[in-house]
């Protein structure tokens, strides 16, 4: 197998419907083990819609390359309240990644 599967966390902000279901938002991610790039990533948004608009953020991404872009990309085209969460989230997974390279 060519790929890890690293998942991020969390807390949520009171008030979304997410909420309701998890105190922490996770994102996962199948990687590349070579290049570090995003195969296919998740995360617990309620909605469906919500999760595959964060998947086509993040997938062809290489961690290699930090999260900088991924992360303007939240912040410039994710309006909801999730947003801090998505971002720490996916700073806790970049760290998990960085983590198992070594």
Known sequence: MNTVFIAGHARL???MAAQNMYETLTIT???????????TASCTLATHHGR???????????LQDGIEKPIKDIKSHYLG?????LVSAL????KQYEN???
């Open 13 to 15: 902000p009171s008030g």
């Open 29 to 39: 991610a199948e990687i590349d083990k070579k290049y570090g790039v995003i195969v």
């Open 52 to 62: 595959d608009f964060f998947q086509q953020i993040l997938r062809g991404h290489s």
């Open 81 to 85: 309240k999730a947003t801090n969460a």
């Open 91 to 94: 700073k806790d997974l970049h």
């Open 100 to 102: 198992h390279k070594h």
